[in-house]
């Protein structure tokens, strides 16, 4: 059992920035893959991550709708995974979710097995 919480997120103007938090506890963290997900207002949370890190930290994948603007990062000593976001535009507002797997590199929704309860975004000026 993982129990993720995110926290970070906000009121940030187009242009700006943010990072988000997740902190997961339960199992060790260091044996899964982490992830995260975004849900647009009025849509369904994507079926993709925007990013992915692996469990050694090694490895990061991202969307190409967010590839040069978010940095996954994680520190397994602290049991955390964090997005920082810059140059956000209002197509990336909506609520971010982290995520575990325990697969390598886990791209889709499916893949993954315990999820936080998400933290808002919101892009506007």
């Known amino acids: 059992q993982v129990q993720l919480v995110e926290s970070g997120g906000g009121l940030v103007q187009p242009g700006g920035s943010l990072r988000l938090s997740c902190v997961a506890s339960?199992?060790?963290?260091?044996?899964?893959?982490m992830g995260w997900f975004r849900q647009a207002p009025g849509k369904e949370r994507e079926s993709e991550a925007v990013a992915v890190i692996s469990r050694n930290a090694m490895n990061s994948w991202y969307s190409d709708s967010v590839k040069g603007r978010l940095t996954i990062s994680r520190d397994n000593t602290k049991n955390t995974v964090n997005l920082q976001m810059i140059s956000l535009k209002p197509e990336d507002e909506g609520v971010y979710y982290c995520a575990s797997s325990e697969l390598y590199r886990p791209v889709g929704a499916q893949q993954y097995d315990y999820w936080g309860q998400g933290t808002q975004v919101t892009v506007s000026s």
């Open positions: 339960g199992r060790a963290f260091s044996t899964y893959a």
